[in-house]
């Protein structure tokens, strides 16, 4: 769980989860970045959180989603199943370190920010500063930071994680996963060169129930 920070450096993406072309605009931010790293490092996504905390779950249901799909060009870290939180979060990364010569991480959690701002996801370069927002200690870690503001930080965070609505939570994974989805399909096809993208309605048809997005 991240405390969103007033100086942090202008974002590479913002935007509200529900908003019209949302995982459209994500996945474009994505490609464009990742494009020039695609070839020389591991693109790690490593999503942060617990299923014991309904708000700080973002980051394993992200994850849960991804692996479904079972995408090309990232390597995800971070499940319902084998969530990556702050006991095994320094495990987590060493692993990492072991398993990928050159990894570039991007890091996925939840955070808690201003009250007109729950429900926006932001991509960001940078390390992640997992716990802040909850005041635990953990180790930066990250070459990009992927958040999304799951409820009001600034007072009982414990409190407001526990009370946070899980089905904004499901859905804001579920909208991340689909604008990382459609990355992996242009960073692959770009590799192969070719211009073609599947349609992003063919996403939702790869998990079972069905995600509540068009």
Same mark, same amino acid.
């Given at each position: 769980?991240?405390?969103?920070s007033?100086? =942090?450096p202008p974002? &590479? #993406? +913002?935007?509200? !989860?529900n =908003?019209?072309g949302?995982?459209?605009?994500l996945?474009?931010?994505?490609?464009?970045?990742?494009l020039?790293?695609?070839g020389? !490092?591991? &693109?790690?996504?490593?999503?942060?959180g617990?299923?014991? =905390?309904?708000?700080?779950?973002?980051?394993?249901?992200l994850g849960? @989603?991804?692996a479904?799909?079972? /995408?090309?060009q990232f390597?995800? @870290?971070g499940?319902?199943n084998?969530?990556?939180?702050?006991?095994?979060?320094?495990?987590?990364?060493?692993?990492i370190?072991?398993h990928?010569?050159r990894?570039?991480i991007i890091?996925?959690?939840?955070?808690?920010?201003h !009250?007109?701002?729950?429900?926006?996801?932001?991509?960001g370069?940078?390390?992640?500063?997992p716990?802040?927002?909850?005041?635990?200690? /953990?180790?930066?870690?990250?070459?990009?930071?992927?958040?999304? *503001?799951?409820n009001?930080?600034?007072?009982?965070e414990?409190?407001?994680?526990?009370?946070?609505? /899980?089905?904004l939570?499901?859905?804001?994974?579920?909208?991340?996963?689909?604008? *990382?989805?459609?990355?992996?399909?242009?960073? +692959?096809?770009k590799?192969?060169?070719?211009?073609?993208?599947?349609?992003?309605?063919? %996403? =939702?048809r790869? #998990?079972?129930?069905?995600l509540? %997005?068009?």
């Amino acid at each position: 769980m991240r405390q969103l920070s007033q100086s =942090s450096p202008p974002p &590479l #993406f +913002r935007e509200a !989860y529900n =908003s019209e072309g949302f995982a459209e605009k994500l996945a474009r931010s994505l490609y464009n970045t990742l494009l020039p790293k695609a070839g020389e !490092y591991d &693109l790690v996504i490593l999503c942060i959180g617990t299923d014991r =905390s309904t708000g700080d779950a973002l980051g394993p249901l992200l994850g849960s @989603y991804l692996a479904d799909v079972e /995408l090309k060009q990232f390597h995800v @870290y971070g499940t319902l199943n084998q969530p990556v939180h702050a006991v095994n979060l320094e495990q987590s990364v060493a692993a990492i370190a072991k398993h990928h010569q050159r990894p570039f991480i991007i890091a996925a959690d939840a955070c808690l920010g201003h !009250y007109q701002h729950v429900g926006h996801v932001t991509l960001g370069e940078g390390a992640l500063q997992p716990g802040a927002g909850v005041n635990k200690k /953990l180790p930066a870690v990250g070459d990009l930071h992927l958040t999304g *503001i799951v409820n009001v930080g600034g007072f009982m965070e414990y409190f407001v994680l526990q009370n946070t609505r /899980l089905s904004l939570v499901m859905n804001m994974a579920a909208r991340m996963a689909q604008g *990382i989805w459609l990355a992996d399909q242009r960073l +692959r096809h770009k590799k192969r060169s070719e211009l073609h993208t599947k349609p992003a309605s063919l %996403f =939702s048809r790869l #998990f079972s129930p069905p995600l509540p %997005f068009k």
